[in-house]
Nanobody
Framework: QVQLVESGGGLVQAGGSLRLSCAAS????????FGWFRQTPGKEREFVAA????????AYADSVKGRFAISRDNDKNTVYLQMNSLKPEDAAVYYC??????????????????????WGQGTQVTVSS
């Protein structure tokens, strides 16, 4: 089992930037693919970004493409989400998720909530207009 702890959320003005971190512990970090999701009250948790085990493959929701960047540091057991040009509609609780991909593929991306077994507790991002 892997434990995930998100940090880095907060209040930012529209157009500003934040970097979220997801620290993982408990299992071999490099075995896992990761994703970021977000959720606002009354809405479904939605996909934001994903990164493969190797870090060589990434994917983004259309709404954040070109503004957000996901990365991983296998030495620090941490996944990051760099968020630039933030908009009020980006405000949400952001969740980190992890799982071992099918066949332990080094390039496979997990983009659905149902793909993930492990979740963090979330970190709040608020964007003021």
């Amino acid at each position: 089992q892997v434990q995930l702890v998100e940090s880095g959320g907060g209040l930012v003005q529209a157009g500003g930037s934040l970097r979220l971190s997801c620290a993982a512990s408990g299992r071999t970090f490099s075995n896992y693919a990761f994703g970021w999701f977000r959720q606002t009250p009354g809405k479904e948790r939605e996909f934001v970004a994903a990164i493969s085990r190797s870090g060589g493959t990434t994917a983004y929701a259309d709404s954040v493409k070109g503004r957000f960047a996901i990365s991983r540091d296998n030495d620090k057991n941490t996944v990051y989400l760099q968020m630039n040009s933030l908009k009020p509609e980006d405000a949400a609780v952001y969740y980190c998720a992890a799982n071992i991909p099918p066949g332990s593929s080094s390039w496979y991306l997990l983009k659905r909530k149902s793909d993930y077994d492990y979740w963090g507790q979330g970190t709040q991002v608020t964007v003021s207009s």
